[in-house]
Each structure stands twice: as structure tokens, then as C-alpha cells.
């Protein structure tokens, strides 16, 4: 590939990695009681020591190097900085511990991809009603305006929530995750608005006060997973299709890259099933004129997160109880053929990596866009030697080069999920999606590189795979790994 301004990295979270779950004066996150309440997470699993990343901050950036990427994704813990949410409790040793990671990278030409919220919200903010509330508009602006003010001399690019689908819907609707709030018709649409109004907020405060001198990108980053209509020359499936990306994606980038408002087709579902259900006005909230105005445009690039495919087609879903997923009126289901992976619904289906990102192009104008996470998840105790993990990559990244280079989509960066295995939520250690090896019964939680870290670094070093590797079978992928493979044992060592 001849663009060299393409970037490479590996992606993070603080909850999953961080560990020092209350060292030196961290406040407690909604995450960090969760999973101190037994039964909780697979195993008993807690993440407050997880990868000790928080001890380890020149290891991880001694094995960035050595990967060669070109920037690193984290997250801050908002309560590491500030142990109560509010700016008047400032915990100057998390601060300290972020100001070496982010000199670390710089230090070795990686570019810091900073993610404001990735799900551990403070505990005392969800005391006061957590996301529901729209106190948290202004609490979350004073939270990334510090942030800005100390770490954006050297951070150039930050996303606002992670995934902002899943905190509305896992967290306030299904109640799988934490606030494990069960309403699956009305909050997650409250909450979905006021995360817009919160992102929007955010990047006019960096936007009216750090732009000019700091000249930086921000953005959000949901989750997309691909889905193919089961019957393409049937209208229904097709429309299905489309409801299912809009209801999932579009709930967020449509206000945010199109018209400051909510899908057409969400308006009309959500509107018109509150109707039937003799509601007296639609349960998907309204945006004022100001406040369309306020969010339209507010995202620099088009980052998100994807792992899977699914097959779509119409379906006629009961009007009770209310629920955002019967408001898609959709069915899914995935091929048996697929391979699966450690995390249930999670299977290999490369080539839909390719349409999705056309969709995105089609749909959006071709913004600059990021693939922020992707990877597979495997379980299994040791993972050093990870072909499964080689050939999910290579599929994978040969389907984005393909949109790429032959589609002329806007693609500028790639992220592998993830740097090293690490608590992978609600199922704890089980699955591992690193490209490092951790011993989590080690007390000193060790890393290893796997494999698949070799490979990707030789990604990296191509810029691209090589032509000869694309058309290598995998029989040959493999006598290739054997190679690698010695370069492990012989302690890896990058020129």
C-alpha cells in the first residue's frame, strides 16, 4: 500500500487493563462494584487487578514499539482522575499515570487515540441517576474539558463514548451490563438522547476552546456489525436490513453525520408502534431545531468497532412488551458455516467487513474513516500459538485493504482488538483477544507475544500485506508460521 499516512495500532480499555481498581485514590466505578458482587462475571472474575496495566506503563510501551504501530487506543477512568465524577475532587496521581502513558507513546512516534467514556462511569454519578439524568451533560463536558486542558498539547485524537449503542441498550435496556437498569421500551431511548447531547457538548467545548491551538480530530464510535438480507431479491429483507443498521448505527451517526436527527425509519417504527400501543406521544424522544443544529456535523471522522456479520429479514414483532428490539421488527440469525468464536454471535465473516465499510461510504459520504476494534476472541488457556487468531487477521485486513484500494472508500486506520488478553466483561478472562499473552495467575501478569503479534507487526512493516501473501493458501500461511515462530522462541526482536 503506497499511503503512508495509513495507521496501524492496537486498541484498549482502562476497566479491562488497568487494574489498581482503587490504588491511590481511584474512585469506585460502576464496573468495579459490579463485579465485586459474586455470580456476577464468569468465574468470579473481578478486573481489579486485570493486566496491571496501571503498574506496567513502560512494559506496554516497550511492547508497542517492538509491535511498531502507529498509534494506541485506551480510555481513561473517569474516576481515576476525578474520584467522584465532579471536578472538585482532582486525583493527581491518576493524572500522573496517564501523563507517562501519553509521554511514553509520544516519546516512541505512536499517536495516542484517546476514548473519553468506555463504560466505567463513576459511582457517584450513577448514584445520582447515572445516564438517565441530563445532569450528566454538564458533569461529562467538565470531565473532557479538563482532559483536553491537560493531556490535548500531546493527544490529537479523542473519541467521546464507546460504543454508545451498547451503554443505552445493555446497560438501561436489556440490564445485562451495569446500571443493569430493565427497560427495554423507554430508557434506552432517554439515554441515546442524552449521550447525543453530551457528545455534541463535548465537541463544541473542544471545537470553541482547544482547536486553534491544539488542531486535533474528535468523534464517537459505535458498534456495527454487518447484516445480509437472507432472501437479497426480497424488498422486505432488504428495507429489514437497513432498519437493523439504522436502529443499531444510524441511531447515533444519523443525527451526528447527516441531519442533527434520528433515522427516518426509527421515527416512524418507534412513532407509529407508541400509536398502537396507545401511547400518548412516541417513545423516541424529539430534538428541538436548535438542538439538531447543535449535534449535526459534530464528528471530524467516522470511527467504529466491528467483529461479525449476521443474516436479516422482516419479521412481525408483539407490540408488548414495549422494546427496542421489537421496534426494529427484524429477525436475526447467523450461518452455521461461519466459524464461531469464544464469545457467543461472534463469527468469522470477513467479507462482510468489506460491505459494511461500503455501506458506511455510501450512506455517509465516505467520511475519513477508523476501524477502531476488530479481532477474535478464543478460549483456551494458552494462545501463543494463535493460527486461528493469524487467519482471522489476515482475512479480515485483506477485506478492508480491498474496500480500500478497489472500492475507494476513505479508509485511514485499522485497530486490532487487542493489545493483550484482558477482562473481557461480563465473561471475565475466558476468551482471549490479545495479540499478547497474559498469565493472569501470575501475581506479576507477564506478557508474551503470540504469533499473531509477529504477523501484524510484519502488516505494519509492509504497510499492507504483501502481494505474495495474498494469494498464499493457508496451508502455506501456516509453513510461514513456523518461521515466526522461531523468531519467538529465539526472544523477538524487531529491527
Not at 328 to 342: F, H, N
Amino acid at each position: 500500500m503506497n499511503n503512508n499516512n495509513f495507521t496501524w495500532g492496537v486498541s484498549s480499555s482502562a476497566y479491562q487493563v488497568e487494574g489498581g481498581w482503587d490504588a491511590d485514590g481511584k474512585g469506585p466505578s460502576i464496573w468495579d462494584n459490579f463485579s465485586h458482587v459474586p455470580g456476577n462475571i464468569k468465574n468470579g472474575d473481578t478486573g481489579d487487578i486485570a493486566c496491571d496495566s496501571y503498574n506496567k506503563v513502560e512494559e506496554d510501551v516497550y511492547l508497542l514499539r517492538a509491535l511498531g504501530v502507529k498509534n494506541y487506543r485506551f480510555s481513561l477512568s473517569w474516576s481515576r482522575i476525578f474520584p467522584s465524577g465532579r471536578n472538585n475532587s482532582i486525583n493527581s496521581h491518576g493524572i500522573d499515570y496517564y501523563n507517562r502513558l501519553i509521554d511514553g507513546l509520544v516519546a516512541n512516534n505512536i499517536t495516542p487515540i484517546v476514548t473519553l467514556y468506555h463504560w466505567d462511569l463513576p459511582q457517584a454519578l450513577q448514584d445520582i441517576g447515572g445516564w438517565e439524568s441530563s445532569t450528566l451533560i454538564d458533569l461529562f463536558d467538565s470531565f473532557a474539558d479538563f482532559c483536553f486542558q491537560t493531556f490535548g498539547d500531546r493527544v490529537k485524537f479523542w473519541i467521546t463514548f464507546n460504543e454508545p449503542q451498547v451503554i443505552a441498550w445493555a446497560g438501561y435496556g436489556a440490564g445485562t451490563l451495569p446500571p443493569n437498569v430493565n427497560d427495554p421500551g423507554s430508557a434506552p431511548y432517554r439515554v441515546a438522547h442524552i449521550l447525543l447531547k453530551a457528545h455534541a457538548r463535548v465537541y463544541h467545548t473542544y471545537d470553541d476552546k482547544y482547536r486553534a491551538s491544539q488542531g486535533g480530530v474528535i468523534a464517537l464510535c459505535p458498534n456495527i456489525d454487518w447484516v445480509e438480507p437472507k432472501t437479497p431479491s426480497d424488498p422486505r429483507d432488504i428495507e429489514a436490513a437497513d432498519r437493523y443498521l439504522q436502529f443499531l448505527v444510524g441511531w447515533f451517526t444519523h443525527p451526528i453525520f447527516k441531519n442533527g436527527d434520528y433515522p427516518e425509519v426509527m421515527k416512524w417504527k418507534v412513532g407509529n408502534r407508541s400509536e398502537l400501543q396507545n401511547l400518548p406521544s412516541s417513545r423516541l424522544p424529539v430534538f428541538t431545531a436548535e438542538e439538531r443544529d447543535y449535534i449535526r456535523g459534530t464528528a471530524d471522522v467516522f470511527c467504529f468497532n466491528s467483529y461479525t456479520s449476521k443474516i436479516v429479514t422482516h419479521s412481525t414483532t408483539r407490540l408488548r412488551p414495549f422494546s427496542y428490539e421489537y421496534d426494529q421488527e427484524v429477525l436475526t440469525k447467523v450461518d452455521s458455516s461461519w466459524p464461531s468464536s469464544a464469545i457467543t454471535g461472534h463469527r468469522a465473516v470477513a467479507w462482510g467487513l468489506r460491505r459494511l465499510l461500503n455501506w458506511i461510504k455510501e450512506e455517509y459520504g465516505n467520511p475519513p474513516i477508523y476501524i477502531i476494534e476488530n479481532g477474535v476472541g478464543i478460549k483456551t488457556k494458552s494462545d501463543v500459538d494463535d493460527n486461528t487468531r493469524i487467519f482471522y487477521y489476515k482475512t479480515y485486513i485483506d477485506e478492508a485493504l480491498k474496500a480500500y484500494k478497489l472500492d475507494g472508500v476513505n479508509l485511514r486506520g485499522y485497530n486490532a482488538w487487542s493489545f493483550m488478553d484482558s477482562f473481557e466483561w461480563l465473561n471475565g478472562y475466558d476468551p482471549r483477544f490479545g495479540l499478547h499473552q497474559v498469565d493472569f495467575d501470575n501475581p506479576n501478569r507477564p506478557r508474551t507475544p503470540k504469533r499473531s503479534a509477529v504477523y501484524y507487526a510484519e502488516i505494519i512493516r509492509n504497510n499492507g500485506i504483501p502481494l505474495a501473501h495474498l494469494c498464499v493458501s493457508i496451508h502455506a500461511l501456516l509453513r510461514t508460521e513456523i518461521v515466526f515462530h522461531r523468531v519467538l522462541q529465539g526472544n523477538m526482536v524487531f529491527a
